[in-house]
């Protein structure tokens, strides 16, 4: 199932600079797009979402931005802290469902 | 803040045996998911359940699996004969309705399964 792609597996930047991290779909039916962070032995916890008729949501540091015609969004984390250093996981819902679909993840490493 | 648990954090289960794992969701959720993540893959979607029925479910979800509501607090999913490629970290999430789909799932920490 490749329907949500993040194809960079890791990135790695420098605290107080921006962390841009990218999502690629292939199904126009998705109705929302979710960006979760996962620390190790934790479950994903949400971030921020955009709906489908947007192309930006903006919440503090995180803003997620869409690109319905290239089929893309992106997180930007400005400025980037050590402590957003996490795995990050891009997912949609499909339509009027409940399920999420996942990418396979970024792991996001911010130096000090 | 609200959190959804899951119980036991780790299990080791012989193939061929019954496992049964535990969640209790937040309280004022309406919705229940099981997905789970198979070491170096993606987080897959298993199963949704709503109002005492599975509501949604993944290829993965056969015969093999089923889920329970058994008390109005617990969300249980079984395997029923397990085997070795069940081996995965199994994450529960809850969240309020569907229409509350852009303020995202509340997940648990997840059990790690292996299977021996």
């Known amino acids: 199932d490749q329907q949500v792609k993040q194809n960079s597996p890791s990135l790695s930047v420098q605290e107080g600079r921006i962390s841009i991290l990218n999502c690629d779909y292939t199904?126009?039916?998705?109705?929302?797009f979710l960006w979760y962070k996962k620390y190790p032995a934790e479950g994903p916890t949400f971030l921020i979402s955009i709906s489908s008729i947007k192309d930006k949501n903006e919440d503090g540091r995180f803003t997620v931005f869409l690109n319905k015609s290239a089929k893309h969004l992106s997180l930007h984390i400005v400025p980037s802290q050590p402590g957003d250093s996490a795995v990050y996981f891009c997912a949609a819902i499909p339509g009027n469902t409940g399920k999420l679909i996942f990418g396979q993840g970024t792991t996001l490493q911010v130096k000090p | 803040e609200p959190e959804v648990t899951q119980t036991p954090s780790h299990q080791v289960t012989q193939m061929g045996q019954e496992v049964i794992l535990r969640c209790v969701p937040i309280?004022?959720?309406?919705?229940f998911y099981w997905y789970r993540q198979i070491l170096g893959q993606k987080v897959e979607f298993l199963v949704s359940f709503y109002n005492n029925e599975i509501s949604e479910k993944s290829e993965i979800f056969d015969d093999q699996f089923s889920v329970e509501r058994p008390d109005g607090s617990n969300f249980t999913l079984k395997i029923r004969s397990t085997k070795l490629e069940d081996s995965a970290m199994y994450f529960c999430?809850?969240?309020?309705?569907?229409?509350?789909?852009?303020?995202?799932?509340?997940f648990g920490s997840g059990t790690r399964l292996t299977v021996v």
């Open positions: 199904n126009s039916m998705f109705d929302y």
């Open positions: 309280s004022n959720h309406l919705y």
């Open positions: 999430a809850s969240s309020e309705a569907l229409g509350r789909r852009a303020y995202g799932y509340t």
